[in-house]
């Protein structure tokens, strides 16, 4: 059981949130998309700028691409890699790989192409952003804009059978790759769903790239809830964005945050940012004055612990903050102190430890794992290499190693 059950006190714990969630046996299109076509095809789920597609338009697009990524990679013994950046086209590309029977790299438009391209044997598929970079650094790559033509049925090759615990999409950093599942990233999903209660109709609007971990997480997030997610870069076009929009959750990097809704020098709160967050993905040590400054251009800005492997990990709520703590462990989240020298469990409480590094259980860890990344595994545990302490509360704090 986690221990988030057992020793944080109720009054960090946000109202509402159950503490501990299933996952249902759905593969994520089934979860995401098509359970609206059911109540209303017309409710708008993904965006980029002035283009939205509907529940009804993102199925059959996805149907179509995943059909001919499947075509593109029986005519290859290449690994399939989506490079994409925060664009529409982006993110129909990963949600198509997903529903595809393949293993597909994702990697984000800003991220290091070149040293994974030394280790393995690569087809691109790309959007425009992704496009730019591969072109600049002499890489073919096929267009998603040439994959949403209806498949001709001469090309089809036989079916291929999923399982809802088969890897299909791996995420590199620099550890290695981290493959999940349907089920290990609905897990990560429906943690933040929960975590982020967000109504229906209201909209997210996520800087990252739909080929990160946070870009995909916060997509299928947003889509499970019926919202609209808008993805969008970030400086003054996010921020154009975000002002005609007004949207519930602004998900950005710290940086990408800062550049946004600070990089303007407002430092005063705006009417269309009544009741809306920031959520800012950290990956280990913050500044908590950027936070406060983030914090004093939005509604409030909540920080969001995660990694390739375990996904989201610790978060900040809406309904309490304290400005240095990264927060406390989101549901179905199994936050253990490990001892930092050899990974070894400690079973002394957080609270009563100066220092020790999280070790992270889940069913949103990834599971499989390549390069040094497997080598963090102790047993059932993720080692993540981030230190932290905990007040009497319950709260963790990231430490500087």
């Keep these: 059981m986690p221990k988030t059950i057992a020793t944080t006190p109720s009054w960090y714990w946000p109202d509402g949130v159950p503490r501990v969630l299933g996952v249902p046996p759905y593969f994520i299109e089934e979860a995401a998309i098509e359970k609206w076509l059911k109540h209303s095809a017309e409710i708008p789920l993904l965006g980029s ?27 290859s013994d290449q690994m399939l890699a989506v490079v994409a950046g925060p664009s529409l086209d982006g993110a129909l590309l990963t949600l198509a790989a997903i529903a595809s029977s393949l293993k597909v790299l994702l990697i984000p438009s800003d991220g290091d192409i070149k040293s ?30 040439t994959l949403k033509d209806p498949v001709n049925q001469d090309q089809v090759g036989p079916p291929i059978s999923r399982a809802f615990n088969d890897t299909v999409i791996g995420l590199p950093f620099d550890k290695g790759v981290a493959w999940h599942s349907h089920r290990s990233i609905l897990a990560g999903a429906i943690s933040m769903q929960a975590f982020y209660s967000s109504e229906q109709e209201s909209t997210w609007a ?92 939005v509604g409030s800005a909540l920080t969001l612990l995660g990694s390739p492997v375990t996904l989201a990990m610790l978060g900040a709520h809406p309904s309490w903050y304290l400005d240095e703590a990264a927060g406390i462990a989101l549901p179905n989240m199994h936050v253990t102190p490990a001892d930092p020298d050899n990974g070894e469990p400690i079973t002394t409480l ?42 009497p509360n319950g709260m963790l704090y990231v430490l500087d190693d």
Excluded: H
């Design 206 to 297: 996520i800087t990252y790239s739909p080929c990160s971990w946070q870009g995909l997480v916060g997509m299928i997030t947003a889509m499970l809830s019926g919202c609209t997610c808008y993805f969008t870069p970030s400086g003054q076009q996010g921020k154009e964005l975000a002002e005609m929009m007004s949207p519930k959750w602004l998900f950005s990097s710290m940086e990408d945050a800062l550049d946004t809704w600070v990089g303007s020098g407002r430092k005063k709160k705006s009417n269309y940012t009544t009741g809306q967050s920031a959520i800012v993905g950290i990956n280990g040590v913050f500044s908590s004055d950027a936070r406060r400054d983030i914090d004093n251009s």
């Design 116 to 145: 994974i391209l030394n280790e393995r044997n690569l087809k691109f598929v790309c959007d425009g952003m992704g496009a730019e970079i591969l072109s600049s650094i002499g890489i073919n790559a096929t267009d998603v804009s």
């Design 350 to 391: 957080w609270e009563l430890i100066d220092e020790a590094m999280i070790s992270a259980w889940a069913p949103s860890l990834a599971p499989s794992l390549e390069g040094q990344a497997a080598d963090q595994l102790s047993g059932k545990r993720y080692l993540t290499g981030v230190l932290a302490a905990s007040d």
């Design 49 to 75: 700028g002035s283009r939205v597609l509907n529940a009804g338009e993102l199925a059959e697009q996805i149907e179509t691409v995943a059909k001919n990524l499947n075509v593109l990679a029986s005519s």
